[in-house]
Every structure is written in structure tokens, then in C-alpha cells.
């Protein structure tokens, strides 16, 4: 499978040492002040030591997920990924993926294909569930059907992310001029979102690290979509989360009961955070953020929208 956004350069057959990444994985727990650790490739589940690198993820304290095509995605490698400490899935599914099976096909008919991979995942006990799409010119259009699908399944879906497209600086020549055609920006994709879903409304932002602009974009929302929650309550999620934890929040999951009647009186503290908000502890949220790809530097704060 080819994706034409890629930034990473393919070696087939080469694989980076084991004792490398499990070093790498423990410069990260002691140098980052997050819950998450994202394992991406390529696909990481083409990595022979995947389930080994996960258990040693999860022993460092951090939850960690993987980014997949789902391709290599099966019930005896989730079953064994869970068992090692996989706290949650990220699959990449969109109509720029040369992929076998669903050439030609539209956003609105791969929901199917998300559908089936995201059962998967829930069926295999894994806690967090989210989706990504890469966003072109040429599949701009259908990034609503994206979104409107995911609210209506709060089930599979925790969270849906769209990256805009940008040319790998790999690519050059006519290739690159062609790619150089479909390139989307994050304004569009906002844009796309807010007209097609009623109520749509940002609650947070995280600056690029070079020009300062802002590059990732956070939506947080409840009800399938009815509810979008308050920068207010966004700004005490991760303020809770540093104070309990020691780490910033970096996925979503629903609390327990127990934990959400000790979060509760938190948020209730809390200026700005509205009763709507506070039904979201106890049900649960999906989010939606919206990037436009470059270097984000490790320890950014993100800007809310206050």
C-alpha cells in the first residue's frame, strides 16, 4: 500500500534494533511529560518486536498506541498487542491509500472499511479507538461524511483526525508538481466540518513550533455530536490529568464511575465549565482535531480558546 503523504522513507526488509527503540521509548518516558506513545511507521505492525516494544512501553508508564492500515490488523495479533499493554489503536483509512480492494472508492464507502477494522479493534478489548484521514483537495469533500459517520458511532470511534496534505520534500519533478496540485490546508478542512456539522466549535489549539501559528486543532464533543464542549472544559481535562498523573492528557477514554465522582467537584471548581460540560465526565467525549502538517517540538502547551 502506498500513501502519497508520507514522510518516511521505505526500506523493505530493514528493520530498526530492538534495543534501539526500547532506548528511545525510555528517553521519551523520562524526557516527556505525556501519557502517550505513539508507535507509526511505515506500519508498525510490519515490526517483527512490536508486541515486545508495546509491553516495554506500557512498563515505562506510558500508554501506548500504534497508527495502522489496518492491512495486518487480525484478532490473534490484537489478542497478544492487548495482553502486552496496548492502550489503543489509530487506523489510517482514506481514498488516497492505493489499496487493494477499494480502488475508486469514496469517504463515504470506505466507512464501511472503518467500520469493520474499528469493530475489530473493540471486539479485541483495547480501550481507545480512533481514525485518521489524510485531506486532499481531491477527497476534501468527503471529510464531512468522515466526521458525520465517526459522531454517529461513539461506539468505535473516540476520536477522528485529519491531517491536511502536504508534498513530501522526497517528491520532486512532474510527481511533485501533480502532488503539489492537491494540497490542503487546515483552514479548509475547518471549514468543510463547520458547514457541515450544526454547532461545530473549536475548543483548543496547538502552535507550530517556527512560526508560531496554529497548526493542530482540537474539537471535543458529546451526544453524537449535539454538545461541543467549552475551551474551559478542554483547559481542566489536562489540567486534572498533570495534577493526578503527572502527565498531560493525550487520549481519550470514558471514566469509570468511581473516577468520574472524584473528578466531578474538579470541573465544578472549574471557571467556564457550563452544566453541558459537566455531563461529558460522566458520558464520555469524541474529539476531532484537524492538523496541518510540520515539526511540532516535545513540551508545547496548547493555546485555548478562552
Given amino acids: 500500500m502506498h500513501c502519497p503523504g508520507c514522510f518516511s522513507s521505505n526500506f523493505p526488509g530493514k528493520h530498526r534494533p530492538l534495543p534501539e527503540v526500547l532506548a528511545e521509548i525510555d528517553s521519551v518516558a523520562s524526557g ?6 505513539a508507535f507509526a511507521g511505515g506500519d508498525p505492525l510490519c515490526y517483527p518486536s512490536i508486541v515486545d516494544a508495546v509491553r516495554h512501553a506500557a512498563r515505562a ?26 492502550a489503543g489503536v489509530c487506523l489510517h483509512v482514506d481514498s488516497m491509500q492505493d489499496r487493494e480492494g477499494w480502488k475508486g472508492a469514496g469517504e463515504a464507502e470506505l466507512n464501511s472499511l472503518r467500520e469493520r477494522l474499528g469493530r475489530m479493534v473493540r471486539d479485541a478489548g483495547i480501550g481507545s479507538c480512533y481514525f485518521n484521514m ?44 501533480a502532488l503539489l496540485e492537491s494540497e490542503c490546508g487546515a483552514g479548509a478542512v475547518l471549514s468543510a466540518l463547520a458547514g457541515a456539522v450544526p454547532g461545530f466549535r473549536l475548543c483548543a489549539a496547538l502552535p507550530s513550533s517556527s512560526s508560531g501559528k496554529d497548526k493542530w486543532f482540537f474539537a471535543v464533543s458529546s451526544g453524537r455530536g449535539r454538545r461541543f464542549h467549552s475551551p474551559a472544559f478542554f483547559s481542566a481535562a489536562q489540567e486534572l490529568s498533570r ?30 465549565v457550563g452544566v453541558s460540560d ?18 511540532i517540538v516535545w513540551g508545547q502547551k496548547p493555546r485555548f480558546f478562552i
Fill in 134 to 177: 489524510t485531506v486532499s483537495r481531491r477527497n476534501l469533500g468527503g471529510a464531512p461524511a468522515v466526521y458525520s459517520w465517526a459522531l454517529s458511532r461513539p461506539d468505535l470511534a473516540d476520536l477522528v483526525l485529519f491531517v491536511a496534505f502536504k508534498t513530501p520534500e522526497s517528491v520532486s519533478g512532474p510527481e511533485r508538481a
Fill in 61 to 86: 508508564g506510558l500508554r501506548p498506541f500504534v497508527n495502522t492500515n489496518g492491512s495486518l490488523l487480525a484478532p490473534a495479533l490484537l489478542k497478544a498487542l492487548k495482553s502486552a499493554g496496548l
Fill in 32 to 37: 516527556v511529560r505525556t501519557d502517550v506513545l
Fill in 278 to 295: 459537566l455531563a461529558a465526565v460522566f458520558s464520555g467525549v469524541q474529539a476531532a482535531m484537524v492538523v496541518q502538517p510540520e515539526t
Fill in 243 to 272: 495534577r493526578w498523573r503527572g502527565r498531560y492528557l493525550g487520549r481519550l477514554r470514558r471514566l469509570s464511575p468511581f473516577e468520574a465522582l472524584l473528578a466531578a467537584p474538579f470541573f465544578v471548581l472549574r471557571r467556564g
